[in-house]
Nanobody
Framework: QVQLVESGGGLVQPGGSLRLSCAAS????????IGWFRQAPGKEREGVSC????????YYADSVKGRFTISRDNTKNTVYLRMDSLKPEDTAIYFC???????????????????WGQGTQVTVSS
């Protein structure tokens, strides 16, 4: 069965860093674009970053560009999101998701994604 399991969330001070992981199973990981999304209380879910199946293509929301870095290890069926210079407005539940696609395909459109994880909480506060 398809599973996406996020980990690495927690409480961090402003300016700090976290690395989120998304471990996938139950589907052909190499054929999927993987995205990270987040949802803050009272707000809609929004796209953060994504990486194409063959890795060279990445995309970032303007709000995180220059602070977050996405990467993937297809040998471990895992995608990572390194988050630096964290701000209180980054506080949210972070979800990873998988979208079937062709090489170099990137998208932060929620409806393009078939599989979703349960999320991990990230809180940025002093």
């Amino acid at each position: 069965q398809v599973q996406l399991v996020e980990s690495g969330g927690g409480l961090v001070q402003p300016g700090g860093s976290l690395r989120l992981s998304c471990a996938a199973s139950g589907f052909t990981f190499d054929d999927y674009t993987i995205g990270w999304f987040r949802q803050a209380p009272g707000k809609e879910r929004e796209g953060v970053s994504c990486i194409s199946s063959n890795s060279p293509s990445t995309y970032y929301a303007d709000s995180v560009k220059g602070r977050f870095t996405i990467s993937r290890d297809n040998t471990k069926n895992t995608v990572y999101l390194r988050m630096d210079s964290l701000k209180p407005e980054d506080t949210a539940i972070y979800f990873c998701a998988a979208a079937p696609g062709y090489p170099d395909y990137v998208s932060l459109t929620l409806t393009d994604y078939d599989y979703w994880g349960q999320g991990t909480q990230v809180t940025v506060s002093s």
